[in-house]
DNA sequence: TCTCTAGATGCAAATAATTCGCAATGTCAA
DNA sequence: TTGACATTGCGAATTATTTGCATCTAGAGA
């Protein structure tokens, strides 16, 4: 098992390392901190979790640095942000397959789903309009059904 | 076009009263102007531009509360609170007819539309997963087609 | 109409999340 | 190896919003 950690970890940072090279910024021990907690999140963290999980890899990561890191690579569109219903800012790396949320409004719980359908009835509707689609935010506020 | 204007700022307050007293908050000078300038926009204020906008029918309403007349409707569920893209909390009246939204990025103007199909598709993904449908949002972020 | 009280107000200070200035440090192309 | 310039941590500054508090006021009831 430490050896499969390890080469997981390399692995990872590897590709971390070339997200940041591909954003055009310099790899350093705090960017690589940063990016493999992207790379290890299963969830949404905001950027207080990303630094606290950052400085579990390597305590020197500062809050600037955690900031400054996300926002780079928020506008260099590796790294998509989230502000479900006015919470914080949570962000997800944008190397993931595409999706959509669900978010329970009961617990918190972020789940995640695909729509062909959805994806193809907005390009219509932007083409309709005259545009084409850059982006799109499709959120769904629920509650678990009662039977 | 006096007597139109009278009017319509007549017909706007006795709206504005209405919504107030059914989010069971009382009817103030201060809170009468705010919810005239929900009415009458045909944008998506953010607090600052409710603050200026209401401040001009009457000088005396503050800060404070503009943010607490905005906060207690959408509480309520009279308002609706608008975050595009990072941007700054805008609002809307919720009594307006439903709608989602798409965004010029390189203007930033915002276009609105409907889709039932969508809204289906939406419920039936919800449906699915066990889930009902509380509230939704759809951002399209579009550049105008070039041709 | 008068009174009374919970709710509302303005002001200024307080928060929360994020950004910035700056001197010191580190990366990496040549 | 080196030098230019990117990056860092720290703490102060910003921005958007919220809150504490003393003072008013809407509106139910006498």
Redesign the pocket.
């Known amino acids: 098992m430490l050896h499969g950690s390890a080469m997981a970890s390399d692995f990872y940072s590897s590709e971390g ?1 070339a997200i ?2 591909e954003a ?8 690589r901190a ?1 990016v493999r907690v992207l790379f290890e999140a299963e969830d949404h963290p ?3 979790q990303v630094l606290g999980r950052a400085r579990d890899k ?1 305590a ?13 690579l928020a506008d260099k569109g590796h790294l998509h ?1 989230h ?1 479900f219903d ?4 949570r962000y997800e790396l944008a190397s993931r397959p595409h999706h959509d949320h669900m978010i329970d409004v009961e617990t918190g719980e972020v789940m995640e789903f695909v729509s062909e359908e959805i994806e193809r009835l907005q390009k219509k509707i932007a083409a309709e309009h005259g545009y084409d689609i850059v982006a799109h935010r499709l959120e769904l506020y629920c509650k678990r059904r009662r039977r």
């Open positions: 390392d940041l090279r055009g910024l310099r790899v350093t021990r705090q960017r940063i905001d950027a207080e390597d020197s990561v500062s809050q600037a640095t955690a900031y400054r890191t996300l926002a780079a942000r502000t006015g919470g914080v800012t």
